[in-house]
């Protein structure tokens, strides 16, 4: 028995994660013998097509958290049947690139990149999926070329806090004004093995903080700290383990009285 397994078992939760312990996702898997169309529709409210493409899905394997299906739907609605560019970042088992494929419709242009070669097996299938690393810069370059720009990122690679900013920072700018950049599984944030922690400063949402304040340096007198990506922060949504940024040109507030 492993000596991380061992401490789980003895240790208190607390002492744990001062040494950056994790406990994995392990105990958060939903009993497959139960109803999952029920678990999210009667905890959710949601009944989307987006929950029955997730539901039928055959062929390649799709992981994915239950409250992210209405969330996708959120955000990703308004780009169904567009020619939109969308880039999925980790490409795993190749399940989620054929749910995206027939969410969004045969006129989207979709890519998925991952480090792993094996997932070239699935190019073609239901999008392109190019190999190489998520903060190899010169690699992310040639992908945006070759799909002719981008709409919208959904990053699900390597869920680590590094490359998660470099990639953020590199292809925000490059993000089409009026398009939506997702990252999920950011409960990693708090994980020491990931590059994260507790109210640690490489904790992803220390960085989301500073694009807060960036996004009200009207009101203070402080820096911008993130100007990649806050001169065209139009909005910043956070839900468990997802954040969303929304590309948009950004105005001096103003206001007015009338009456």
Known sequence: MRLETIAIKILPKFILAKFGVNFGIGKFAFDQKLDIKADITQKYGFSGDILDLYLNNKNQVVHKWHHYIPIYEKYFARFRGRKIR????????????????????????????DIDPNCAQFNGQAGQVRIGSQDDLIFLESVITEMGGVDLILDDGSHNMEHIVAT????????????????????????????????SKSNFFSFVADLIDDMHHWYHLNKVKRPLISNNCASIHIHDSIVVIEKDNVFEPTHSQIG
């Open 168 to 199: 953020l920072n590199y292809l925000f700018p490059k993000l089409s004004n009026g398009g939506a950049y997702m990252i999920e599984d950011l409960h990693t944030a708090y994980w020491k093995n990931f590059g994260g922690g507790y109210r």
């Open 86 to 113: 969308f880039l999925e970042i980790g490409v795993s088992k190749g399940g989620s690139l054929q749910m995206w494929r027939k969410y969004f419709g045969e006129e989207a242009i979709i890519f998925g990149i």
